[in-house]
């Protein structure tokens, strides 16, 4: 997985709740048994006028120049600003594959759903939950600040506004050092191998039924 | 100390836990289907790991298989090259039970496990998948989970987790007539929201939730995710333990009595605490109809559409205005005037036994109503399709004027070739009203088997209680 530790990045702002992992990353490109090259079709009803298909170049269709992504202010985005219970729905990695394969490493909301939460801690993508006054505060920002910026301290757990204005965030302390190193959380996890073998022991012992 | 039946499911699971809370908990069965494997598959091998213990999973292929011409094999290459590498996959790690496309047992996952005996009380359940939390049902901890865990609970059998908050849904009293387990969901999330349950496990309680079978219960459980929670559950009773026995891979002998001992402490202890609790009358619940772009976007069938003119909060105004927009309604219109174009019974949510013989009790003796341009019924598994057939409901259906289709996931998500056109309107039993989910520029409306065959009879959306 890839590090993240200290980011500046440019801020697009997607003003919607309830942003679905169906609007991230549509069906039919679920049927790619790759984990890259997603982000192409990602939001990809919102951002062309056709119907994307899997293996299509994407660089001919016709855009909706309304889609924000596709606004030249918000060229080379790495931050994605939502609102409330953002990536509810299905369980699909390809929305965080999605999001990191288009250049999004941090996603600020008011909430997550939680699967797709987790989703992003495992390939490298930064979920910070705001209080809603400053996901308001930031979107008015952002709409009137043409090339806004934001820096994302994972470490010091801060996002600073180019005026100083900096907003503390939560992150779950083993998930942090996980993302600040890279590290897989498999090879973690079996370092408790014995532990995990154990168990499993005793369970067999206790419970069989378990186990046929 | 009493505890609830979250509380007892976790204790019972953890392997390891960290100073901070995140545990590491052990999995007793993962569900594998082909969409959300194949990565994970491929980061075993990449990395030189073996899975931990393949007795573990059960398998089938559903999400791309197409529902009809089943001796064409699936037309789609990309489908077809995903199923394969499940084939594949399989074939090389091996598995419990593999039920491949076309095998008599195949089905959506979250059908054949229970009704294969695969899910048992007190069970930890994953599957790269959502609606895991059908599983609940049982008295599990069922979870969906992403690719990564897949792969994670593959090479170590556990799953690294945080514990939940507790919500308890009560609902109590006897449900009406034709009112059923997919209302009292659809009702739930009307009332908390789809974010109502994030971060929160659900037990579902109450002598309305007593009194359903264990498919109606799964049913509910199947949506504790829509409305936010990672798992819904329900404790064990006489129904789950009725259900279970004899089913292929429940314990028999002395084995099924030390289960049974053991599932029988299942439940929530007297004067066990919740984080929180929202309690419901069943017999203030009707007929429930999604008219937006979330499941929350609910009303009842003797409802109007919601007016955005009369939200006070600019956030949700707007939501109200891009979803009515978008499902092409107006304002303060009757829910009962939506006319519809396609029909769809089926999904993991509303395609078992008896919602197909729900529907087929609306059905029988009636006709499809000339606008309605399709309408599909889909079993959840072969097993059901059969059931279904001997109890002669494909007659019913195809008379009336239904197709009778092969098990998969079909329209709920479109994977396959069943979907909706732009701009159609379709009555679904499935689980998510998203825009685009039956197809692009498609548009969904939620409801029970029963109003999605009233749906189809009435040619608009109808009270179903006016046609028992
Ligand atoms: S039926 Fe629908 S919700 Fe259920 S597993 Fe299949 S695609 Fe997912």
Redesign the interface.
């Known amino acids: 997985m890839e590090k993240f530790n200290r980011l500046e990045g440019l801020v697009a702002p997607l003003d919607?709740?309830?942003v679905?992992t169906?609007?991230i990353i549509?069906?039919?490109f679920?049927?790619?048994?790759?984990?890259s090259g997603f982000g192409p079709n990602l939001f990809d009803?919102w951002r062309y006028m056709d119907?994307g298909q899997?293996?299509q170049d994407c660089s001919a269709r016709p855009k909706n120049p309304n889609f924000v992504l596709n606004q030249e202010r918000y060229r080379g985005a790495s931050i994605l600003l939502s609102?409330?219970?953002f990536g509810?729905?299905?369980?699909?990695?390809h929305a965080?594959w999605a999001l990191l394969d288009y250049g999004f490493r941090v996603i600020l909301a008011e909430?997550?759903?939680?699967?797709f939460f987790?989703?992003c801690f495992?390939?490298g993508v930064l979920p910070i939950v705001l209080p809603a006054n400053e996901i308001e505060a930031l979107f008015q920002l952002v709409n009137v600040t043409p090339g806004f910026k934001l820096t994302v301290d994972l470490s010091a757990q801060t996002v600073v506004c180019p005026d100083g204005h900096t907003i503390p965030f939560a992150v779950?302390?083993?998930r942090k050092e996980c993302l600040i190193n890279g590290w897989?959380?498999?090879g973690l996890?079996?370092r408790?191998?014995d532990?995990?073998g154990e168990?499993?022991e005793r369970?067999r012992a206790e419970?069989?039924?378990?186990?046929? | 100390m009493a505890n609830n039946l979250y509380e007892k499911l976790w204790q019972s699971h953890v392997?390891?836990e960290?100073s901070?809370g995140?545990a590491?908990i052990?999995i007793?069965r993962h569900l594998v289907h082909e969409?959300?494997s194949?990565?994970a598959f491929?980061g075993l091998k990449l990395?030189g790991?073996k899975p931990?213990?393949v007795?573990s999973i059960v398998a089938t292929a559903d999400?791309?298989t197409p529902t009809n011409h089943w001796d064409r094999g699936i037309e789609?290459p990309?489908?077809r090259?995903?199923v394969e590498?499940l084939d594949a996959n399989i074939r090389e790690t091996g598995a419990l039970a593999y039920f491949p496309f076309k095998d008599r047992r195949q089905g959506v996952i979250h059908v054949i496990g229970p009704e294969n005996g695969a899910t048992?009380p007190?069970?930890t359940v994953v599957c790269?998948?959502?609606h895991?939390s059908t599983h609940g049902a049982f008295g599990c901890m069922a979870l969906?989970?992403?690719?990564?865990?897949v792969?994670?609970v593959m090479?170590?059998?556990?799953l690294?987790q945080?514990k939940s908050k507790t919500l308890l849904v009560r609902v109590d009293g006897a449900l009406g007539k034709g009112v059923s387990a997919k209302d009292i969901a659809l009702a739930v999330i009307g009332r908390i929201g789809?974010?109502g349950g994030?971060?929160y496990a659900i037990e579902f309680g109450g002598s309305a939730i007593r009194a359903l079978s264990m498919e109606g219960r799964m049913t509910l459980c199947n949506m504790a995710i829509e409305a936010?929670?990672?798992m819904g559950f329900v404790a064990v009773d006489d129904v789950t333990i009725n259900y279970l026995k004899g089913r292929p891979?429940?314990?028999t002998g002395a084995?099924?009595d030390?289960?049974v001992a053991?599932w029988r402490t299942l439940h929530s202890d007297e004067g066990a605490r919740f984080d929180r609790v929202v309690e419901l009358r069943g017999a203030d619940i009707r007929p429930q109809v999604t008219w937006g772009t979330?499941p929350e976007m609910v009303v009842s069938i003797n409802d109007t559409v919601p007016d955005p003119a009369k939200e006070s909060d600019p956030?949700?105004r707007e939501?109200i205005e891009?979803a009515l927009q978008y499902m092409g309604l107006n304002p303060n219109m009757p829910i009962s005037s939506i006319k519809v174009d396609k029909i769809f019974i089926g999904s993991c949510t509303n395609s078992r036994i008896e919602d197909l013989r729900a529907a087929a009790t609306v059905l029988k003796g009636r006709r499809i109503a000339a606008n309605v341009k399709l309408a599909l019924a889909v079993p959840g598994s072969g097993l059901v399709k059969e059931q279904a057939e001997r109890e002669g409901l494909d007659r019913i259906f195809i008379d009336a004027g239904f197709e009778w289709r092969m098990p998969g996931c079909s329209m709920c998500?479109?994977?396959n070739a069943d979907r909706l056109e732009?701009g159609e309107r379709c009555a679904s039993t499935s689980n998510?009203n998203?825009?685009?989910?039956q197809g692009?520029g498609s548009r969904t409306h939620l409801v029970s088997p029963a109003m999605a065959a009233a749906a189809a009879v009435a040619g608009h959306f109808a009270d179903v209680r006016e046609l028992l």
């Open positions: 919607r709740v309830n679905d169906d609007a549509p069906k039919q679920l049927k790619s048994i790759k984990r009803e119907v899997p293996g609102r409330k219970n509810c729905g299905s369980s699909r990695e965080p909430s997550f759903a939680d699967i987790s989703n495992k390939n779950d302390p083993f897989d959380d498999i996890t079996l408790h191998a532990k995990i168990y499993e369970r419970q069989p039924w378990l186990f046929a | 392997v390891h960290e901070d995140t590491l052990y007793d969409v959300t194949p990565q491929e990395a790991r931990w213990r007795s999400h791309n789609d990309v489908s090259l995903q590498t048992l007190g069970m790269g998948d959502s895991t969906g989970i992403g690719t990564s865990e792969e994670h090479a170590t059998q556990c690294l945080k789809t974010a994030t971060g936010g929670a990672r891979f429940a314990p084995q099924w030390a289960a053991y979330s956030v949700r939501a891009r998500l479109a994977m732009p998510r998203f825009e685009g989910r692009a």
